[in-house]
C-alpha cells in the first residue's frame, strides 16, 4: 500500500498537467479491455451494447486528443512567433557580419602568413643553404647589386649546370654597376672601404679600380655562358647608381643580402614582400643601360678567352676598357670571369 501511495504522488503532478491525455489514455485502456471482454456479460443485447461503448469511448478519447492537441499548439504559438520575428528576422544580418568575420579573418591570416615568410638568415651557412634552395629547379634568376661577385662565383655556374643537365630553359636578369662610370665605381668602392677596410672572403680590399674590373668581369661571363648554353636567355643592364643592398630572385623565393656576411633576409614566392621586390628589380632594370647581349655570336670567346678576345668583345659591344689597361689587366678580368672566387667562403 505504501509502494502505491508513492507511485500515485510521483504520477499526480504528471497526470495533472496533462489531464486530458491521462484521461485519452484511461479510456483508450478502457476500451481495449472492453473490446476484447465477451458480448455474453452485457446481457442479452450484450453485442450492441459493447459496440455502443467502444463507439463512444473511441469518440471521447479523439475529442481528448484534438484537446490536446490544440492546447500545445497555442502554447507554440507565442514561441513560435517569437522566433519568427526576432531571432529568424535578424538572421541576414547575422549571416552578413559572418561574412564579414570571415573574409577579415582570412585577409589577417593571408597577411600573418606573408609576414612570417619573411626570415632573417643570421649566419654564412644559413645564406648559403638559402640559396641553394632557390636555385634548386629554379627557371628564372633576377640579381641587381654591385658588381655580381657571388652570382659568377657560385649563381651562374650552378643554374646553367643545372638547367643543361634537365635540358630546359633559365632565364637570366643582371643589374651590376656601370664599369665605365667612374663615379659611381668611386662611390661603391668608398661605401665597401667605410664599413671594413679589410680584405673581404675574396682575400682583396676595394678600390675603384677593382669594382670596375669586377663589373667588366660580370659583363665577360654573361657572354660566355651566352655562347655556351642555348636555352639561356640572358639579359644585363649597367646602372650609374649603386645600391647597399643585393636582391636575388628566384621562381621559390628572394633572397636580400647586405655587407654583412652573416646577415640576409629571405621571402617565399607568393608573398607581398616577393612581389614587391620583384616589381622594384623590373622597374630598376629598365632604367638602367642594356649591354647588347644579342651580339654574343659576333665576337667568339674561347673556353679560356685570350686578351684580344676580351678586349675585342667591350669594343664591339659599347663598353670598353680603359685605356690605362694592359695585358695584365686583362688576364685579371678573365680570371674573375670564369674562376671568381666565393665571398661567402663556402
Known amino acids: 500500500m505504501a509502494r502505491f501511495m508513492a ?7 504528471w497526470a495533472a498537467r496533462n489531464a486530458d491525455g491521462a484521461i485519452a489514455l484511461g479510456l483508450a485502456i478502457v476500451v481495449g479491455v472492453l473490446g476484447i471482454m465477451p458480448p455474453e456479460i ?16 473511441t469518440l471521447v478519447i479523439m475529442a481528448l486528443v484534438a484537446t490536446a492537441l490544440l492546447r500545445d499548439r497555442a502554447r507554440q504559438a507565442p514561441v513560435e512567433k517569437t522566433i519568427t520575428s526576432g531571432a529568424l528576422a535578424e538572421l541576414p544580418v547575422r549571416l552578413a557580419r559572418l561574412e564579414e568575420i570571415d573574409s577579415l579573418v582570412h585577409s589577417t591570416r593571408k597577411a600573418l602568413d606573408s609576414l612570417q615568410l619573411v626570415r632573417v638568415l643570421g649566419s654564412r651557412q644559413e645564406i648559403a643553404h638559402a640559396h641553394a634552395e632557390a636555385r634548386k629547379d629554379t627557371s628564372r634568376w633576377s640579381f641587381k647589386g654591385g658588381t655580381g661577385t657571388y652570382l659568377r662565383a657560385v649563381t651562374l655556374p ?7 643537365r634537365d635540358k630546359r630553359h633559365l ?26 677596410d679589410a680584405p673581404d672572403g675574396t682575400g682583396e680590399t676595394w678600390t675603384t679600380d677593382r669594382v670596375r674590373k669586377e663589373s667588366y668581369a660580370t659583363v665577360l661571363a654573361a657572354f660566355w655562358h651566352r655562347q655556351r648554353y642555348g636555352l639561356l636567355d640572358i ?3 649597367l646602372s650609374s647608381t649603386m645600391t647597399t643592398f643585393r636582391w636575388d630572385l628566384s621562381s621559390s623565393r628572394l633572397i636580400m643580402t647586405v655587407e654583412d656576411p652573416n646577415r640576409a633576409m629571405t621571402a617565399l614566392a ?14 630598376s632594370f629598365e ?6 647581349l644579342d651580339r654574343y655570336k659576333r665576337v667568339p670567346l674561347g673556353d679560356e678567352p685570350t686578351i684580344e678576345e676580351v678586349q675585342e668583345l667591350f669594343e664591339h659591344i659599347g663598353v670598353p676598357l680603359p685605356k690605362s689597361y694592359d695585358g695584365r689587366d686583362v688576364v685579371d678580368i678573365a680570371r674573375k670571369a670564369l674562376r671568381a672566387l666565393d665571398p661567402y667562403g663556402s
Open 42 to 57: 452485457f446481457g442479452s443485447k450484450g453485442s450492441d451494447i459493447q459496440r455502443q461503448l467502444v463507439t463512444a469511448s
Open 270 to 283: 607568393d608573398t607581398f614582400y616577393y612581389e614587391n621586390c620583384d616589381t622594384e628589380l623590373r622597374l
Open 235 to 237: 639579359e644585363m643592364g
Open 158 to 164: 650552378a643554374c646553367v649546370a643545372a638547367a643543361r
Open 7 to 13: 507511485a500515485m504522488k510521483r504520477t499526480a503532478p
Open 287 to 292: 632604367q638602367a643601360r642594356r649591354v647588347p
Open 171 to 196: 632565364t637570366v636578369r643582371i643589374e651590376v654597376v656601370d664599369p665605365t662610370n667612374l663615379e659611381v665605381c668611386e662611390t661603391y668602392a668608398h661605401y665597401r672601404r667605410s664599413l671594413s
